[in-house]
């Protein structure tokens, strides 16, 4: 059980370090952006970073979870990658 919760966990870590690098571009974008929209782009920015930062911490709960504990903590790491995933899907259709 404690390999296979190792292995989702590094699944999540490497598909975070691919959102960070998406965050990181739209962070690029948005300082190139003109002034009435900067505000708009770094308010989704923000709202992005957010969302990581819940998955970050579940994966961090993840990480510790026992044996029996983890399975639980799956379901809530699931909700909030789902939600970053949509959050992300969205401002990379909004801001192409």
């Known amino acids: 059980m404690t390999?296979?919760?190792d292995a989702y966990v590094e699944k999540l870590k490497l598909k975070l370090d691919e959102w960070n690098?998406?965050?990181d571009q739209f962070q690029a974008k948005a300082d190139q952006?003109?002034?009435d929209l900067k505000a708009e782009y770094q308010n989704q920015i923000q709202n992005l970073k957010a969302k990581r930062d819940k998955v970050q911490e579940k994966l961090n709960e993840l990480s510790e979870a026992s044996k029996g504990a983890w399975e639980d903590l799956k379901a809530g790491a699931e909700?909030?990658?789902?939600?970053?995933?949509?959050?992300v899907k969205l401002a990379t259709s909004r801001y192409k």
Not at 79 to 87: D, F, I, V
């Open 3 to 5: 390999e296979q919760r």
């Open 21 to 23: 690098t998406r965050i």
């Open 33 to 35: 952006v003109k002034p």
């Open 79 to 87: 909700c909030a990658w789902g939600e970053l995933t949509e959050a």
